[in-house]
């Protein structure tokens, strides 16, 4: 059982969680009683320890109030309940043919970069495409693991690389921004801590603010490097698992970068198969 678990049960009662959770979406005990289909007096209890929900109420509550799985054991837990949802580590036998997978996906987008991300946007799987770009950074900042909001913001790191710095960091760091607020989870939370203290992201906070509940990254935000006198422009995708039931599962992503202009895919093109040429 995890500790943090253990801990964090002792400290906090379900119905307070249960209301912590339904404030952080901005629900009102109205209107989330009437959507998981209890009177807003029977919510009312819960959140004031005068009930205690039952596991099944305390699931149907994380489905409506999208709360991660990793939550949903936690709020278990607090009301005195086995946890739900096992958590298996990446490199368990279980897991093999699931990497396997991923693995496939990343190698046939190649010779595009492609990336596995954890719950901290922490590197765990990568393209040979993606590795290259890796490569570019500082040993503190490589890993592992390569964490991409460190590796991308920090001056030392990718940075130094990219175009049009303020677009892509401000949308990096909304996305950082809207994971704290919806996960609440502490690692994330340090994370966020760690790069607004950077010297470049300090100046940059003076320009733009990306922690306001209406910040939202644009339609498209194009990715551009400067790689060796070249301008790369990409755009990402970022898919998820449907129906995980395991929490490494529910907090893995995919990111895929695809080229934004001929230039670009003529230049991975290029790099692939100059690594694939005899020697």
Known sequence: ?????????????VGTLVR??????????????????????????????????????????????????????????????????????????????IVRSLQRLLDAHHPFPGIVLDRHWNVVLANPAAQALVSLLPDHLAGPPMNVFRASLHPDGLARHTLGFDEWATYLLTQLHRLVTLTADPGLVEIEDEVTSYANIVELRGRVSWTTS???????????????????????????????????????AIELFFPNDAATADHFQQAATATTEPT
């Open 1 to 13: 059982m995890d500790r943090s678990y253990c801990r964090r049960m002792t400290q906090t009662a």
């Open 20 to 97: 912590d959770w339904r404030q952080r979406r901005s629900r009102s005990q109205l209107d989330v009683a009437y959507d998981i289909g209890v009177s807003p007096k029977h919510l009312s209890f819960v959140e004031t320890g005068r009930s205690r929900p039952s596991p099944e109420l305390i699931n149907t509550i994380g489905i409506h109030l999208d709360i991660p799985l990793r939550e949903r054991n936690t709020l278990l837990l607090a009301a005195g309940f086995a946890p739900r949802y096992q958590h298996t580590p990446l490199d368990d036998p279980d897991m093999a043919d």
């Open 214 to 252: 209406t910040a939202t990254p644009d339609l498209l935000v194009p990715y551009r490097l400067e790689l060796d006198g070249v301008e790369l422009s990409m755009f990402t995708t970022l898919t998820t698992f449907g129906t995980p039931r395991d929490i490494t599962l529910d907090e893995l």
